[in-house]
């Protein structure tokens, strides 16, 4: 990122109006390209759909707080300017994760925020007490992580900028958690593990997903549409608490 790029994102991400921001990375729902895992027990285009639910689910949730909301956004700019309105966007850009991750990190304390989370939208129940409470612990500790069930996490916040946090991480795989703290300590700087919860990524925890929370707007979905798989005689039928 150039610095008309820096000065376009820092002039798009609103002004600060709390001394935190919450980054919500979120993609385009495009069938294929997400909730892969999901599939055969969802067609892909389903898995798309249940996707487009839990990114409503995590935004909707996350505007409630008072904090800042900036979505960082991967896909059609249009796709997000109209299903959220009331919110900030901008780009992820070019590279990994790694590097995005860093590179909003930075711009959002160059922007004045003093308090920088990333959350995904593979969570969609994740209680907001958690996210609070992560945020909260930014005034003992450097960083802040919801760990993930999975190896990875589902939130990482700082007060500071920390340029190694997000360096040679192995993504998508169960050595993030463990690599990233192994990055933090190598920085000395002081962090908090909370947690853990878990993304949506697979049929066992989309089952769980059901268990936990089964009328949210995913949960009834993801039923509806397993129910028409099983019923067709293509996948198993979902396991409910019902």
Same mark, same amino acid.
């Given at each position: 990122m150039d610095k008309s790029e820096d000065s376009t994102w820092l002039s798009t991400g609103g002004c600060p109006k709390s001394e935190a921001v919450l980054l919500?990375?979120? !993609?385009?729902?495009?069938?294929?390209?997400?909730k892969t895992r999901l599939t055969p027990a969802l067609t892909s285009h389903q898995a798309a759909a249940f996707y487009a639910f839990s990114q409503q689910q995590t935004i909707e949730t996350l505007c409630s707080v008072h904090h800042d909301l900036v979505i960082c956004y991967s896909g059609? !700019?249009?796709?997000? =300017? *109209? /299903?959220?309105?009331q919110c900030a966007l901008i780009a992820q850009g070019e590279g990994t994760l790694g590097e995005r991750l860093t590179r909003a990190f930075k711009l959002s304390f160059l922007h004045g925020w @003093? !308090?920088?989370?990333?959350v995904g939208t593979d969570s969609?129940?994740?209680?907001? =007490?958690?996210? =609070? *409470?992560? &945020?909260?612990?930014?005034? /003992?500790?450097?960083?802040? &992580?919801?760990?993930?069930e999975?190896?990875?996490?589902?939130?990482?916040? +700082?007060? /500071?900028?920390?340029?190694?946090?997000?360096e040679n991480i #192995?993504? +998508? +795989? =169960? @050595?993030?958690?463990?690599? #990233?703290?192994? /990055?933090?300590?190598?920085s000395h700087c002081s962090y908090c593990l909370l947690g853990p919860w878990e993304d949506i990524?697979? &049929?066992?925890?989309?089952n769980r997903l059901i268990h936990r929370c089964p009328d949210s707007r995913c949960s009834r979905y993801a039923q509806r549409c397993l129910r028409l798989n099983a019923a067709k005689g293509n996948f198993t039928q979902p396991t409910t608490g019902e």
């Open positions: 919500v990375f979120a !993609k385009q729902p495009v069938a294929g390209q997400v059609a !700019k249009d796709y997000f =300017e *109209h /299903r959220y309105p @003093k !308090k920088v989370a990333a969609p129940d994740l209680p907001l =007490e958690q996210v =609070e *409470h992560g &945020l909260d612990e930014l005034d /003992r500790s450097d960083v802040a &992580l919801i760990a993930a999975d190896g990875g996490y589902v939130f990482a916040a +700082s007060r /500071r900028y920390i340029p190694q946090m997000f #192995t993504w +998508s +795989s =169960e @050595k993030v958690l463990e690599q #990233t703290v192994e /990055r933090l300590v190598a990524d697979d &049929l066992p925890s989309l």
